[in-house]
């Protein structure tokens, strides 16, 4: 059976050159902010169903900047739009071409990160919509030890309280098969290939997420 594992940005001031944050670089580009507060502004209409098309429309020619002393393979990058994961490096996405990774499962969009010629690109990771949640499978968390499991989407929603969040994502036996998985509400997940690749090929950047309150789980029904 296929792993999957879930990573953060290194909060390591040895790695990224700082204390105290692990958001590394700001997008400064003026119209790629203009262009996502439209979106943001009604998301359903724009960006559930046709994702891809948002991705594909965001301007070109993006720049940004670091905020830390370190460039890394992965770093965090901010102001954060849906499905943005961060700003990866020219050997992150050789690892993705080198396995074969199915262009439908990431998009990266170049980006000029100001102080290094070093490529950069943002990683943007399509959402699995909530809407293919299978609920009854899917296990909400309130706290360190409270768990909680709902029929539908609609009683989830509805639910008074709002402080349940995703412990473990129920999710059609049809995603099994992919490389990188993003369900809404949740951190993306990584197959077990890439983060050995990653390991082999010592990028830098990142921590895997091995337990504790970000843990989080997929099943396939």
């Known amino acids: 059976m296929k792993q999957y594992f879930q990573f953060l940005p290194s909060w390591d001031p040895k790695v990224i050159g700082r204390r105290g944050s692990c958001l590394s670089v700001r997008i400064t580009s003026k119209d790629y902010l203009e262009y996502t507060d439209r979106i943001e502004q009604d998301l359903y209409k724009y960006y559930y169903g046709n994702q891809k098309n948002v991705y594909d429309n965001m301007p070109d020619n993006l720049t940004g900047e670091l905020r830390y002393k370190k460039y890394t ?3 965090r990058v901010y102001p954060y739009f849906k499905g943005l994961e961060g700003v990866v490096s020219e050997r992150i996405k050789h690892v993705f071409e080198r396995l074969d990774i199915p262009q439908d499962e990431y998009i990266l ?8 010629d070093m490529p950069y690109y943002l990683l943007f990771i399509p959402l699995i919509e909530n ?4 609920y009854p499978k899917t296990i909400f968390r309130k706290g360190s030890d409270q768990y ?5 989407r609609e ?6 309280d709002v402080d349940y969040y995703i412990q473990t994502v129920g999710l059609p036996q049809k995603y099994s098969s992919y490389e990188i998985i993003n369900p809404d509400w949740a951190r993306p997940f990584y197959s077990e290939r890439i983060i050995n690749a990653f390991e082999e090929e010592k990028i830098t950047g990142y ?3 091995k337990g504790g309150y970000f843990f989080q789980k997929i099943v396939f029904v």
């Open 73 to 75: 393979d992965y770093m």
């Open 109 to 116: 969009k170049p980006i000029s990160v100001r102080g290094t």
């Open 131 to 134: 809407m293919e949640f299978i």
């Open 148 to 152: 909680k499991t709902f029929n539908t």
């Open 155 to 160: 009683e989830y929603l509805n639910h008074p």
């Open 207 to 209: 921590e895997i997420i």
